[in-house]
């Protein structure tokens, strides 16, 4: 019995993120959350130490979230290049 699809919520940071992308790398975010909040869940993840945050990775990018499990929600923080995803 399944209690719902998760849904995702961008900040408005990490959509001013996205609309900066190129259409391509775009795509491939978009498709990585989509993958994230399947069932089962897939993608590589990792929750950031010292924080609430976890971390998607896509190619040289990264989506920054956290995830609110009693709403089935995933916020999505931000979306950066790897070199600048953890500055912030």
Same mark, same amino acid.
């Given at each position: 019995?399944?209690? /719902?699809?998760?849904?995702?919520?961008?900040?408005?940071?990490?959509?001013? $993120?996205?609309?900066?992308? $190129?259409?391509?790398?775009?795509?491939?975010?978009? $498709?990585?959350?989509?993958?994230?909040?399947?069932?089962?869940?897939? /993608?590589?993840?990792?929750?950031?130490?010292?924080?609430?945050?976890?971390?998607?990775?896509?190619?040289?990018?990264?989506?920054?979230?956290?995830?609110?499990?009693?709403?089935?929600?995933?916020?999505?923080?931000?979306?950066?290049?790897? /070199?600048?995803?953890?500055? $912030?």
């Amino acid at each position: 019995m399944s209690e /719902g699809a998760w849904r995702v919520e961008l900040t408005p940071r990490a959509a001013r $993120d996205l609309r900066r992308l $190129d259409p391509p790398v775009r795509r491939r975010v978009f $498709d990585a959350l989509e993958r994230l909040v399947g069932e089962p869940p897939s /993608g590589d993840v990792v929750k950031l130490s010292g924080s609430e945050e976890w971390r998607l990775r896509v190619g040289d990018w990264r989506v920054r979230f956290e995830g609110d499990p009693s709403a089935r929600v995933i916020y999505v923080l931000r979306v950066l290049p790897r /070199g600048r995803a953890y500055r $912030d």
